[in-house]
Each structure stands twice: as C-alpha cells, then as structure tokens.
Nanobody, 123 residues
Framework: QVQLQESGPGLVKPSQTLSLTCTVS??????????WSWIRQPPGKGLEWMGA???????YYSPSLESRTSISRDTSKNQSTLQLSSVTPEDTAVYYC???????????????WGQGTQVTVSS
C-alpha cells in the first residue's frame, strides 16, 4: 500500500529557503504515469498546487511560484524534495505531497495524499 510522508523543519526564518521531503513507501516514484505533486494550504485559504515531478523526472510549476520553487527527486531513496526560496510569512501553510496519475486520455487525478506538515515562516 502506497503511503506518503512529508518531513522537514516546521519553522523557517524569512528570506531563507524552505525544504521539505516526501518519502514514498509501498511504491516507486518512477512508476509509469505517476506524478508527484506538492500542494499547500495557508491558514483560512484553499489548496494551492505548487508543482510536480513526473515519473521520468520532468518538472512542472505553478506560474505564481515558479521563480521560487524547485522540485527534485532521489530515486534511490524514493523521495521527492520541495525547495521554496525567499520565504515570507505568507508562505506559512500546511504542505502536502500527493501522488497523481494520468489516465489513458491524458487527464490527471489525485490518488494518494500525505498527511501534511505545518511550516511556519517567522523570525
């Protein structure tokens, strides 16, 4: 059974880089047709898709965050990593990793979510 677990520091200072890791168990991040997304939810706001890395290693980013976001992976550790630079208090949110699958017709649907991890940006 596939499970996703986010990990990383819960407190980051303004202007620093936020770094989180998603560890996948019960499956491989290189499995065909899967994309590994990062989503966040600031307090009182909705979910925001940040970006994803695909099963062949290609990356995709939200235009609003692309300039500050980098997603990578370590296939030997079955992990994806999110880096968000130059953070401000507005980046305070619960951060989730998610496994998405692309259908035969090209549409993408979420399949598994991590439990989420709280990250607070504060001095």
């Amino acid at each position: 059974q596939v499970q996703l677990q986010e990990s990383g520091p819960g407190l980051v200072k303004p202007s620093q880089t936020l770094s989180l890791t998603c560890t996948v168990s019960g499956g491989s991040i290189t499995t065909n047709n899967y994309y590994w997304s990062w989503i966040r939810q600031p307090p009182g706001k909705g979910l925001e898709w940040m970006g994803a890395i695909g099963y062949i290693g290609n990356t995709y980013y939200s235009p609003s965050l692309e300039s500050r976001t980098s997603i990578s992976r370590d296939t030997s550790k079955n992990q994806s990593t999110l880096q968000l630079s130059s953070v401000t208090p507005e980046d305070t949110a619960v951060y989730y990793c998610r496994a998405d699958i692309q259908t035969n017709y090209g549409s993408v649907h979420s399949r598994w979510w991590g439990q989420g991890t709280q990250v607070t940006v504060s001095s």
